[in-house]
């Protein structure tokens, strides 16, 4: 999948709002990301994105607002606490073609933006990302966000999907695992072998943004939307693609169990030529009837038996994992 970002340099311009501006393309759609830690923008852009919803959406979804949900969460500069017990310093979140990165507040400012705290409790507003009811309750109890509606992709999925999904162990899906069996095969992300950092000179929230965090961040944030919005509004469509990442899941076991079998019935002839006696029939190795299928007979014509001679006219009659030997 193929994504590109770059920054709007009038974005800093504004007196008022402390932002910066982000054009993201996931393939051809196109993500306006904002990335602030004020509360004034926090605001306005909570502000737009429900007016827009209202003004585009239809009847049936005018009810609730879908809102992608993803987080961040690693040691501050300047902090002694693990990353285990570390805050989460970065909210993304994604409507439609609109994100906002959010810089959450150092621990030590027990602050947090009001409008983001009414706009989470708003029955009408959907949060939905990947594991995210630990989420949820980290950001309660560090932050004071609470969600009203929170719903995990993984348990949405299997309530609209169903056995398929179970098939494929959707339990242990991260979420780019997630967004392939969902969405379809096209959205592959490809990430940066090391984690991208979002760095910080001091304790007191000074972040660098780099294109690489922007573009993960939003993409993260992206991708929870669009697998909430499909699943609620669309779930035929992710039915048809989880149908076929299952295709392909069969195809691909049946193909490694081919390979598996031919390799472990090299094994087995390999070993046979030193295990067989001169008996009227051999428990070969304790071999089940399937091992014997993929064992070919030419394979077993070969087999030196100490009484054949070359005059014996031998046959061989496979039956519940035993090998027969009859003379003529």
């Known amino acids: 999948m193929e994504i590109t970002v770059e920054m709007i ?22 993500i306006l990301t904002v990335i602030s830690g004020c509360e004034l923008t926090v605001s306005k852009w909570i502000k737009h994105v429900s007016k827009t919803n209202n003004d ?4 049936s979804s005018k009810k609730s607002l879908i809102v992608g949900v993803s987080t961040d969460k690693q040691c501050i500069s300047g902090s002694k606490s693990s990353e285990n017990y570390s805050p989460y310093n970065i909210l993304q979140l994604c409507v439609g073609s609109h994100c906002l990165i959010y810089h959450l507040p150092h621990p030590e400012c027990y602050y947090t933006c009001k ?8 029955p009408k507003v959907i949060a939905v990302g990947v594991n995210i009811k630990p989420v949820a309750k980290q950001l309660e109890k560090e932050f004071e966000i609470k969600f009203e509606k929170v719903i995990d992709v993984h348990e949405l999925a299997v309530k609209k999907i169903g056995q398929e999904l179970l098939d494929l162990n959707l339990s242990k899906f991260d979420l780019d695992k997630m967004a392939k069996a969902l969405l379809g095969k096209h959205m592959d992300v490809v ?5 991208a950092e979002w760095s910080s000179n001091t304790p007191y929230c000074m972040y660098y943004e ?3 965090q922007v573009k993960l961040a939003t993409v993260d944030a992206y991708l929870c939307f669009l697998m909430g919005w499909e699943l609620l509004y669309d779930a035929d469509e992710c039915k048809r693609n989880v149908s076929l990442a299952l295709k392909q899941k069969m195809k691909k076991e049946s193909k490694h169990l081919k390979n598996h079998r031919k390799k472990k019935t090299k094994l087995l002839f390999k070993r046979s030529r030193v295990d067989f006696r001169d008996d009227k029939c051999w428990n070969i190795l304790d071999m089940d009837v399937d091992d014997w299928s993929v064992l070919s007979l030419s394979l077993i014509s070969h087999i030196p ?7 014996s006219s031998l046959a061989y009659v496979i039956n519940e994992g035993m090998l027969y030997r009859f003379y003529n």
């Open 9 to 30: 340099k009038e974005s800093l311009k504004d007196p008022y709002c402390h932002y910066n501006g982000y054009n993201v393309h996931v393939e051809n759609h196109r």
């Open 56 to 59: 585009s959406a239809s009847s």
């Open 115 to 122: 409008s983001l705290r009414d706009f989470f409790s708003n």
């Open 191 to 195: 990430r940066p072998e090391e984690k």
């Open 210 to 212: 780099y294109h690489e």
């Open 305 to 311: 038996f100490a009484n054949a001679t070359d005059n």
